[in-house]
Structure formats: C-alpha cells, structure tokens
C-alpha cells in the first residue's frame, strides 16, 4: 500500500494590500507605482505639455505676434515719415498700437477656441476625460493655462510697440495710467477675449462654428451699425458702436469711437463679467452632456 504524498502548497494570488471596511487588513503585493490623490495642478501640468507641444500654439503665437509687432512698426515708420510734428505733439503715442492689436487677436481668438474644439474634433477628449474624470477640472485647468499664456504674450509684443512707437515719434509723454492702460489692461483684455472663445469652444465643440461665432462677435456689431442709417434705429446704432469690441480696445488708449458709452476700466470688466457668466453656462453643460 502506498503511502499518501503531501499536498504541495498552492500558490495565492497576489493582491493589493488594503484594507475593506470593517474588515481585516490583507497582506500582499504592493504596487511600487505611488498612489496619490489628483488635485488641479495635474490637470494644469497635463494642459500645459498639451498646449506647448502642438503646433498650432506656435503658428498662431507666432503669427499673432508678427502682425502685432510688425503693423505698429509699420504705422509708427509712415507716421514719423509724413506727419508734421505738430500733428503728433499732443497724442498719446501707446494709441498707434490699436491698429496691429486689433487684427491680431484673431490669433488669440482662433487660439483659444483650438484648445478646447479641436479635442472633440479628433476625440482626444475621451483620453483627457479618462485621465481625469472631473470635467469642471478640465475645463479650469485649460483656462489657466491658456490665459496665462496670452496674457504673457500680448503683454510683451504690446510693450514692444509701445516702446517702439515713443522712441520712433515725437509726441507727449505717456502718463503712469496710460501705460498701464496700454500693456496692462489690453493685454488682460485679449486675454479675456481669448479665454470666451476657448469657452465658446467648449459649448459649440465644432472648431470652425466656434471660430466663426466669435469673429462675428468681434466684427458683426461695428459693421452692422456702419449700416444703420434710420433714425428711429439711432438707439440701437449708437449702443453697437459704444460696445463693440473695437471700440472698447480703443478705450484702453483713450480714443474711444464715440463721446459716450464704457469708458476708463470699464470694457474689462465688461468682459470679465461676460466670461464668467460663459465659463458657468459651458461648466454646466459639461457635467450634462455625454463626451
């Protein structure tokens, strides 16, 4: 008869080591890959590899800051080549910048609304969305990132022309509250303008549609009240001219399109209040909508 052999051990699989509620701790395999809690500065470090390692950051920074730079170059030489002296002497010289700064934020616009539309266009945004499931999260994080980088972009070209235009033409001093006004405040103004149309990004999540509203926004009041030639629409034309975005750029160099209407502070706060009313509507429709 033979004698029995002993059993060999089965092996156990290996699991995690944690611990169940009201239950006994398991011992085990540990995972070496720390775990920690997620928080907004991932989310802020993950948008920032996004925005600078594409090239769409690049062209339309690019593109954004030759036409800045090169139109006030441009209208400063012409200027101090055929305008008397005399013309120039009572201008404010940061003012010349308007022209450059009002075609190039299209860029920052075109811009603003790539960083959101075009994650739905390629369905990047399912990646986006699995790696960090709070999409108010998300959208707080893309909003930081790029209106810091905006802001710092607009800020240095526009203090480029500024320096440019005083040095190239004979005019007054500029005063404190007009340089501040003139790099502080319109860059913090297309900044803003850059973040409602990443936000209108996000709402529309169509990069052409969106694109194509806010170039609407930004040209579509001025031009429709260039064509308001009834006097019983008067009202409605003066109130396009006075808040359109043009206008209200122009403000910020004190040479406003019209006698009344925002004037000083007044268009930023115009649009820090349409931005967050937009950032609610866009954060609200993203926790009901489906990715």
């Not at 540990?30 to 600078?52: F, M, N, Y």
């Not at 101090?80 to 616009?109: K, V």
């Not at 429709?224 to 359109?244: C, D, K, N, P, T």
């Amino acid at each position: 008869m033979s004698t029995p052999q002993p059993s060999m051990p089965q092996a156990q699989p290996a699991v995690p080591n944690w611990q169940a509620a009201g239950g006994p701790a398991y011992t085990g395999y540990t995972s070496p890959i720390p775990v920690v809690r997620t928080h907004l500065g991932h989310a802020i470090a993950s948008e920032w590899t996004k925005i600078r390692s594409v090239r769409s950051t690049i062209w339309t920074l690019g593109v954004f800051v030759v036409l800045n730079v090169g139109i006030g170059l441009a209208v400063a030489a012409l200027l101090a080549a055929n305008s008397s002296q005399e013309s120039l002497r009572d201008e404010n010289p940061l003012s010349f910048g308007f022209f450059g700064l009002l075609l190039a934020n299209m860029c920052i616009i075109t811009l603003g609304v790539l960083t959101t539309a075009s994650e739905y266009g390629t369905g990047m945004i399912r990646t986006t969305m699995v790696a960090c499931p709070s999409r108010g999260r998300v959208l707080a994080a893309k909003s930081i990132v790029f209106f810091a980088v905006a802001f710092v972009t607009t800020l240095a070209s526009v203090v480029v022309v500024a320096l440019i235009d005083v040095a190239l033409l004979d005019t007054r001093t500029p005063t404190g509250q007009e340089w501040l006004k003139g790099s502080l405040g319109i860059s913090l103004y297309i900044a803003l303008l850059g973040l409602l149309s990443l936000i209108i990004g996000s709402i529309i999540r169509h990069s052409a549609g969106a694109i194509t509203i806010m170039i609407g926004l930004v040209l579509a009041p001025l031009v429709i009240a260039l064509f308001m030639l009834a006097q019983s629409l008067e009202g409605v034309r003066q109130a396009l001219f006075e808040y359109s975005i043009p206008n209200q750029l122009s403000v910020f160099y004190s040479n406003s399109l019209t006698d009344s209407g925002p004037s000083g502070w007044d268009p930023l706060w115009i649009i820090v209040g349409v931005t967050a009313v937009a950032f609610a509507g866009a954060y609200a429709l993203l926790e009901k909508r489906d990715v």
